[in-house]
């Protein structure tokens, strides 16, 4: 239970006081009225003694009693009825709410802080209006009136006889049977005369002398002379009095102003009565009966004393019910109490108090205690004994106890008043009421046993109940507390008497006093079993102090303590209490909040929305239903959507309170503010035909890491070529979609007229859809001038300013449940300056019939879009983005600290060009190495001219808008449909076996010394691009080597012609996805020619070897390939001719067919070299059909350079770390063997499409570097190394000395043998044959060489002989020369033979080593054929 003002100690002695009538006659009611009190409410602050009171028990002993208070109250003959009792008890505890200022209680339990109220005042105030307005019963005596007051005033005529007749009343009232109510204790009650004397306005002598009277008639003890109103009504507001009485009176009012407003009662007032006489305790005005007044008819807690006959006496209109009082005294809310007393006065009416209990009211207990006692000493000693003899002869020896439950329900057996079972009941109860409690327990204990004898359960409850509580009270606590004496008489009045009221009055006490000895489980369970259907109001209150029980204990029961608290909250919400219901659920949420038990948390939620409402909290009922709707609800659909409506409800009624403040943030939809993105630019044009627009970027695409980060390469390569090879220290890449990828750090810029699209991520978490309605951006804009001023201007509101920002609408937008949806809305900007975007702003509402998802079945609604809308309210949900976390500086690591993200708050700069890309008959599909014309559109959809248009590629040899030469080939795309790609001329037969040759910078294909392949600058005519201008400009593709999807990314680059300081320049990006099939395989090989003699006399000639396989798989249609034409192209070398021509001259393959081709190719003539300059190539094609491609112009020779330079990207940096380690010797032996050759085969496929036959065209590229290494036209996969064993210790450094390869040994020295290929000889006339041999040596390097050629047999074995037949070399068997720069040397020799036969005369071995060089090398001679004669015998 919770703390309580008073102690047990001090509560039960509080709620049990002696009882005192007071009788008043007409003028000592008016006497007092004027003070605004009847003369019971006059007496009441005082009626608690000061001091010590003795009397002495009946065993003569001395008793003291401490703090002892009486309780005077006005006769009332009509009991109390229960109605009113319980109005009045709902009053007292609505009346009491805590208070603001309270300082509450924090209770910390296991992880658990609670902020708990550790009072419970309504409780209190409570317990007290029970305790005090429960109606005398007959089974105890506890709250009869022990004595009686009777009050006349010195003013009248004949005091003497008016007290006479007052007397007589009261003994009408005590003996006449027509009386049942108010109860006596005992017969002759002690009559107290109190003469009230009025000091302003008496007769002080008279006074004097009326109460010598009185004193000579009734004593001394018996009477007392009251002297009030020291002072008149009129100088009360002179000097200010303490006002005791208000603490007393104001409960009353207090309770009475709110429950008369509600309930009407039928009031009927009395017209003949002087209506200024206010009764403040409920008492009638004063009618007189008899000569009697009428002040005690009605009870104060009777609700409309009209209603009953049986209470009037001179008919209805004499009776004025309470009601009618609570009235006239609401009305008059000032009132002053006490008005005409003073200080003393009140000193008077202390001191009469302490007169009547000291000489009237204590010595009538102590003789009353000493007669009952003597009668039950006489009773105990004969009839007791008698009376249970009698008992014993007719019912056997011993009466068998029994349980309760057998018991008989004998509660209806009443006692006579004069029975000796209730004198000891009474002597109990006065021991009691003067708290003797030791003999008040003995006889409460006698009376037990006596009433459980006869089964009178009714006064055996009684008497168990109040034995328990005087043993409880006993000084030194002699017994401990008998709870199961309490627990017994709990059950007697519940579950046989049927009594309620006193069960709970037993709860009450019981509970307090296990409260005192911390027996909090028990106070708990007592008071839980008490909870009942029968009443609300006592559940509630009983079922908050069980929880405050549990909160208590000494290891707190938090769960059982927010358990009760709802049940407690549930209860008071019945009761009609709203606010004490509110409270217990707002206490008991603390306990369930944020632990996982949802649907706990959303009935408490709800249920705080629901009373907060009623109680017009409208602020709290809005935050209980936003609470509901955005956790993670585990509740059903319907109940969601009902939550959802009642939310919207009361979001309503709080809206239109303010119409006008400001709107208020909505908990739903959710939106992940990080997953915003906002896109700057028009959305994408779809495709027209077979124009295509440029991807560009939108926010269809996924972010991906890698492509951005090559988008950002490609931009700076072209930045850094515009700004001669350097990026600009400010330069940051063009960003036009930001996310929570992108670096959003700065201040994005946004071009003026251009819209600005925000993504806005929603969630709805519901099982309920969710209607969005006039959804549009919330902003903040501040303009700036031309001049560059600020203008301070701050637009809030969408519609404020749609000429500076065009918002768009969305009027409908529909989250079905649990979905996740993004909206995009979309502003234009008409002005230059700074914007923010602070969010969004729509209307919420629901579906009406939440089934209906795609508005089917969906009820007529006010609403006129597609789907219906039930109820809506407006507000807005703020983008509040949090940036990355900051982790570079030391205090960054150490702290938690995020940066800015800026995506939301762009800067609108001035107009710059805008251009759009179109193609026109871009192909997806290619064969590898096919040539493609295609067409691009380039327009400038702004108002500014635009110039510097690049393009950038990883893949520029993909494509190409050709050279220098491009304007012999069609221009339009009509008139290129049925025409060749390639520049091509029309030639005779003659010329078929021979090659036509032509020549070709570099330079004029774009591919210079330094230049940046990958950069393309777009042929615009005049370079620059005017507002709304468009150009078409042709663009030749070719298929990448490799087969399979490609994507190939476009960046153009261009900028406008005024130069801004903010936007330098701007791009846009397309991704070209091109999906490759296999076409040709190209290998070829170079090796040298043995023959020495060419036109000009000197060696040097080259065989090309050339392998084309047809690798198509058929899938694409292909029928067969031809090879049209092969072109050579190179600085050095040409092709000649073709060596193995057959006369099939047309080179079909088919399928998975191969064709071998052998060329002669010889030096350029070295005048040529010499005038031309170093980047000029010389084309030499030859032809297989009727038409030579002419390759060294657009757009043969422009895939051609940019597969040459892309080729050097992969050699140069490998070739440039071998060359500083290779020493000079070595290159000079290198350069021998390496030949500068490209190999350009020309092509055309037959492919049968929808029964049509096309052409394709196409070249593939052979690059070759070096004799006899065979070069492929596709990339080779490199086979993984294998893994070398593992080494634990570290090899040994030894320079390696670079020595040149043997393929390139052989290259050095040329050596070519003339001689008879037979020879006829008489070996029967001549037996040995002479054949004279010209050796002929050639210097293929350009340094001198010193040559040894050794005609010694290598090998001598037999079988090497046998193989090669024996001859043998004459003369010298070792020649040493010297040859110069490609010098050619012939050496005579001859061989001499014995025997006919087939020889081989290539024998000889040749060493060579440079001139300046120690080292010799031996040239090898396996790339010479065998050089084979034939001897014949004649």
Sequence with gaps: MAQCVQSVHELIPDSFVPCVAALCSDDAERLTRLNHLSFAELLKPFTRLTSEVHMRDPNNQLHIIKNLKIAVSNIITQPPQPGAIRKLLSDVVSGSQPADGLVANVITAGDYDLNISATTPWFEAYRETFLQSMPAS?????????????????????????????????????????????????????????????????????????????????????????????????????????????????????????????????????????????????????????????????????????????????????????????????????????????????????????????????????????????????????????????????????????????????????????????????????????????????????????????????????????????????????????????????????????????????????????????????????????????????SALLLEQAAHCFINMKSPMVRKYAFHMILAGHRFSKAGQKKHALRCYCQAMQVYKGKGWSLAEDHINFTIGRQSYTLRQLDNAVSAFRHILINESKQSAAQQGSFLREYLYVYKNVSQLSPDGPLPQLPLPYINSSATRVFFGHDRRPADGEKQAATHISLDQEYDNESSQQWRELEEQVVALVNKGVIPPNFHPTQYCLNSFSDNSRFPLAVVEEPITVEVAFRNPLKVPLLLTNMSLLWKFQPKDCSGKNDEEVKELVTSEPEMIGTEVISEFLINSEESKVARLKLFPHHIGELHILGIVYNLGTVQGSTAVDGIGALPGCHTGKHSLSMSVRGRQDLEIQGPRLNTTKEE???????????????????????????????????????????????????????????????????????????????????????????????????????????????????????????????????????????????????????????????????????????????????????????????????????????????????????????????????????????????????????????????????????????????????????????????????????????????????????????????????????????????????????????????????????????????????????????????????????????????????????????????????????????????HQKSLCLVPVTLLLSNCSKADVDVIVDLRHKTTSPESLEIHGSFTWLGQTQYKLQLKSEEIHSLQLKACFVHTGVYNLGTPRVFAKLSDQVTVFETSQQNSMPALIIINNV
Excluded at 933 to 949: D, H, M
Excluded at 971 to 985: D, G, Q
Excluded at 1237 to 1265: C, P
């Design 138 to 538: 007959d089974h105890e005596f506890l709250n009869h009136y022990l004595a009686c007051m009777l009050v006349a005033s010195s003013s009248e005529a004949e005091p003497m006889e008016q007290f006479g007749k007052l007397s007589q009343e009261q003994h009408r009232i005590q003996h006449n049977n027509d009386y049942s109510y108010p109860k006596w204790f005992i017969p002759n009650t002690l009559k107290y005369y109190v003469l009230l004397h009025d000091v302003s306005a008496g007769d002080e002598q008279r006074a004097e002398s009326i109460y010598e009277e009185m004193k000579q008639k009734y004593g001394t003890q018996g009477c007392y002379l009251l002297k009030i109103n020291s002072r008149t009504s009129n100088q009360a507001s002179d000097e200010q009095i303490p006002d005791p009485w208000s603490q007393y009176l104001q409960k009353n009012s207090i309770q009475n102003q709110e429950s008369y407003e509600d309930g009407p009662c039928t009031i009927s007032s009395n017209k003949n009565s002087d209506s200024n006489l206010l009764s403040l305790d409920g008492l009638d005005n004063e009618v007189k009966v008899d000569g009697l007044p009428n002040n005690f008819r009605a009870h104060p807690l009777q609700l409309d004393s009209s209603s009953d006959p049986s209470n009037n006496i001179d008919g209805p209109d004499h009776v004025k019910s309470a009601s009618s009082l609570h009235e006239t005294k609401k009305a008059n809310p000032g009132i002053i109490h006490g008005a005409c007393l003073t200080l003393t006065d009140h000193d008077r009416i202390r001191q009469f108090v302490q007169e009547f209990t000291f000489r009237g009211l204590l010595p009538h207990i102590e003789k009353t205690i000493r007669q009952l006692n003597d009668q039950l000493i006489s009773r105990k000693g004969l009839s007791r004994s008698l009376f249970s003899a009698t008992k014993k002869w007719f019912s056997g020896s011993k009466v068998p106890e029994k349980s309760i439950n057998e018991l008989k329900n004998t509660s209806g057996l009443l006692y006579p008043p004069e029975a000796p079972e209730l004198q000891i009941r009474k002597m109990a109860d006065l021991c009691f009421l003067v708290q003797h409690y030791d003999l008040a327990y003995s006889c409460y204990h006698t009376a037990k046993k006596d009433f459980l004898n006869d089964q009178a359960m009714l006064y055996a409850a009684g008497a168990l109940e109040m034995a328990a509580v005087s043993a409880f009270l006993q000084q030194g606590a002699a017994r401990p507390y008998p709870a199961h004496y309490m627990d017994t008489a709990i059950q007697t009045y519940r579950d046989i008497c049927k009594n309620m009221v006193l069960a709970e009055r037993c709860v009450l006490l019981s509970a307090e006093i296990l409260k005192s000895q911390s027996k909090y489980s028990e106070a708990a369970a007592l008071l839980i079993r008490l909870t009942s259907e029968d009443s609300d109001l006592r």
């Design 893 to 1323: 690591k150490t702290s938690i600290t995020y940066g800015p993200d800026r995506r939301l708050d762009p800067i609108i700069v001035e107009e710059m060009p805008l251009l759009e890309v179109f193609f026109i008959h871009f192909p997806t599909g290619l064969l590898c190495g096919e040539i493609r014309k295609a067409y691009v559109e380039f327009v400038n959809v702004s108002k500014c001219p635009l110039t510097g248009l690049k393009v950038v590629s990883k893949r520029p040899e993909f494509f190409t808008f050709g050279g220098n030469t491009t304007a012999l080939t069609p221009l339009s795309p009509s008139a290129s449909e049925n025409c060749s790609a390639y520049k091509t001329v029309v030639t005779e037969s003659t010329s078929v076996c021979t090659a036509l040759t032509s020549s070709a910078s570099s330079v004029d294909f774009g591919i210079g010394i330094g230049s940046q392949p990958e950069v393309i600058p777009v042929p615009l005519p005049d370079t620059v691009l005017l507002p709304g201008a468009s150009v078409q400009l042709p663009l030749w593709l070719r298929g990448p080597d490799e087969e399979g999807v490609h994507e190939i990314n476009f960046l153009f680059y261009y900028e406008s012609v005024k130069k801004l300081p903010k936007i330098r320049h701007r791009i846009l990006r397309h991704t070209a996805v091109i999906c490759t099939s296999r076409s040709l395989n190209v290998r070829a090989t170079v090796c040298r020619s043995n023959s020495l003699e060419d036109e000009e006399g000197r060696g040097g000639n080259m065989l090309v070897f050339v392998d084309v396989e047809n690798i198509n798989t058929s899938e694409a249609g292909v029928k067969e390939f031809h090879i049209v034409q092969v072109s050579s192209s190179s600085k050095h070398w040409k092709l000649q001719k073709s060596v193995n021509l057959s006369e099939n001259k047309d080179a079909k393959l088919g399928s998975r067919e191969k064709g071998k081709f052998c060329f002669k190719a010889i030096r350029c003539k070295e005048k040529e070299v010499a005038t031309q300059s170093s980047e000029k190539y010389t084309f030499a094609d030859i032809i297989f059909g009727n038409e030579q491609i002419i390759s060294s112009a657009s757009p043969c020779a422009d895939f051609f350079y940019r597969s040459l330079s892309s080729e050097l990207k992969k050699v140069q940096p490998s070739a440039h770390a071998e060359k500083q380690s290779i020493e000079d010797a070595v290159r000079l032996i290198q350069k021998c063997s390496e030949v500068d050759l490209s190999v350009v085969i020309l092509w055309k496929a037959y492919v049968v499409e929808d029964s049509k036959q096309l052409i394709l065209e196409g070249q593939h590229h052979v690059v070759l570097h070096t004799v006899g290494k065979e070069a492929y036209s596709y990339p080779q996969k490199q086979e993984p190394p294998e893994m070398e064993p593992l080494k634990f210790f570290r090899p040994e450094n030894t320079a390696v000395s670079s020595r040149p390869s043997v393929e390139q040994l052989s290259s050095l020295i040329k050596t070519s043998l003339h001689y008879p290929e037979s020879l006829n000889h008489p070996f």
